[in-house]
């Protein structure tokens, strides 16, 4: 791949944006790559997903210039349905982030802007370096964010930040949405950043694959539902999947007195 460097970490995939000379902003290379790799990795024996940048910073979010080269015609045309297409075939690798039943971690380093932040907003957790910073930037650029910012920060970070985000388009310091709970902890720098976000990453992995998504995927269903709509979801789905060969292997594991190994 042209845009993306994976290197494995046991049962931990690593994987780089690599396009340190334009601070990794998104470009065509980025959405053509893009879906190929997240359908090898659903189908990958990794369990955690860690995305980080190569170079200065995650990522400057779309590259503007190499979008309208690419799709000027079309924007141009004011043909909305066919707009409308595109916006949609664009969203689809956030969407499919968000509803995988792998984790995915976004390690953090400086910019992390537009696109940038959809991204990481569709990730599982978020970690950063101290000089990261976040930017809903699409307001300055007298655009309305459409990849997921705005639908997935309220649940993260609340509304009055995400509003305060998206109306003024500014930067905000790692510090500053640590306190908003848009990220879980803040590292010396990126080297640092990286090998914690791994330790955390192979300690999720330990777990059984089968009950991380299920953990996963009752947090994605609750999302917009009431407390009882959440706990009568999970007790249908532990009433058709808590006996399961990894759950019996844990019970075998404890009475052994040994670390279970999880299929």
């Not at 400057?60 to 080269?69: H, R, V, Y």
């Not at 930017?135 to 639908?151: F, P, Y």
């Amino acid at each position: 791949m042209e845009f993306f460097e994976v290197e494995p970490h046991e049962n931990v995939a690593l994987i780089y944006f690599n396009r340190p000379h334009k601070i990794n902003a998104m470009n065509k290379v980025f959405w053509s790559e893009i879906a190929t790799l997240l359908d090898e990795l659903e189908n990958s024996a990794f369990k955690v997903i860690v995305w980080a940048g190569r170079g200065k910073g995650f990522s400057a979010g779309l590259d503007l210039m190499d979008f309208f080269i690419n799709y000027q015609s079309l924007l141009f045309s004011k043909d909305s349905e066919a707009i409308n297409r595109l916006i949609t075939e664009l969203q689809k690798p956030f969407i499919q982030i968000a509803n995988s039943k792998k984790v995915h971690i976004a390690a953090v380093h400086g910019a992390c802007v537009g696109g940038g932040l959809d991204f990481i907003s569709a990730c599982d957790l978020r970690f950063a370096s101290k000089d990261a910073f976040f930017s809903l930037r699409e307001t300055q650029m007298a655009i309305v964010a459409d990849l997921g910012s705005l639908n997935r920060l309220p649940a993260i970070i609340g509304q009055n930040h995400t509003r305060l985000m998206a109306f003024t388009g500014d930067d905000y310091s790692a510090e500053k949405v640590y306190s908003w709970g848009l990220i879980s902890a803040i590292y010396e720098n990126q080297e640092v950043l990286i090998q914690e976000t791994i330790k955390i990453a192979q300690k999720i992995g330990q777990n059984s694959q089968f009950i991380l998504t299920g953990v996963k995927q009752l947090l994605n269903y609750q999302w917009n539902k009431t407390p009882e709509e959440g706990l009568a979801y999970i007790a249908k789905w532990n009433s058709e999947n808590l006996i399961n060969p990894d759950f019996m292997e844990m019970i075998a594991a404890v009475s052994e007195k040994r670390k279970p190994n999880y299929q």
